[in-house]
Each structure stands twice: as C-alpha cells, then as structure tokens.
C-alpha cells in the first residue's frame, strides 16, 4: 500500500512538473550508453509508474554498484551488475521470458543498463523495459527513493 502511495504522490509530481522530451534530456547528457536497445523498449520515469500500475509482477534490475544502491534505489529493484548477470539468474529472477524486466543504472553516462538490457533479449525475453536516463532522471525529479536499511 505504501509502495502505491508513494507512486501515486510521484506520478501527480509528473504530472505537474514541465515535462522535458527524453531526447532533449538525452542530448543534454554526455551520452556513453546507446538511448534505445534493440529488442527492448525505452521508457522515461512516467512511464516506469505506469509499469508498476499495469504490472503487479514487473522484475526491476538496478544495474548499479551496491554503494549506489544503498544510497538509493527504485522500491523493489533487485541489485545485480551487467558483470554478474548471467542467463541462470535471470531465469531465476523471471522465470517467464514473457515477464516484464525494467533495467536501470546511473544513466547514460553509465552504461551497465544497456548491457544487461541486452544480453535480456539476447536470452529471449520478450518484454524488456530499458531506462536510459535512469537514476539521473529519477533524481532530478525527486521521485521517491527505497535506502539500504
């Protein structure tokens, strides 16, 4: 109940916040990480609310360090980094290659989403969400953060 309070509060901030396109937000990072995967779908922070709405069972992979994690993180995300994800623990994470996977890290500058991102669908999953912009995004707009406890 919590976890939808605190996505209902944050989607009603997106929804009075000046929305800014993703590919205006993109091109004002220093992109290292590509901005779309192929296989996969691209999603902003609206959308990921949107995720959690319309998936009850959405598998969220924070692609991140576990000092990054620690200090914050996307409620329900599970920590593994693109070096450690193997075709084994994703199967174990979502058993269902039709499941839905949002992947995550830093942003673009980062990187280790769009890795993991795509050995996802190089593995055969079919319903694969990457976050581009990631924490930047998330942070810029104060969206709400789970912490290490």
């Known amino acids: 109940m919590m976890k ?13 916040m000046p929305a800014q396109p993703v590919a205006a937000q993109a091109q004002s990072a ?58 084994e623990k994703m199967a174990g994470l979502a058993p269902e290659k039709d499941r839905p996977v949002l992947f995550y890290c830093n942003g673009l500058a980062c990187g280790r989403a769009a890795k993991a991102t795509a050995m996802a669908v190089g593995w055969g999953y079919t319903n694969v969400h990457y976050y581009a912009l990631g924490m930047d995004e998330w942070k810029k707009m104060q969206l709400p953060l789970a912490t290490a406890q």
């Open 4 to 16: 939808r309070v605190a996505l209902l509060v944050a989607f009603g901030l997106l929804a009075v």
């Open 30 to 87: 220093a992109a290292t990480a590509p901005m779309e995967i192929a296989g996969a779908k691209t999603v902003n922070a609206d959308k990921i609310i949107d995720l959690f709405d319309a998936h009850p069972n959405l598998v969220i992979l924070d692609n991140r360090r576990a000092e990054d994690y620690d200090a914050g993180h996307i409620e329900g995300a599970v920590r593994v980094l693109d070096t450690d994800l193997t075709a």
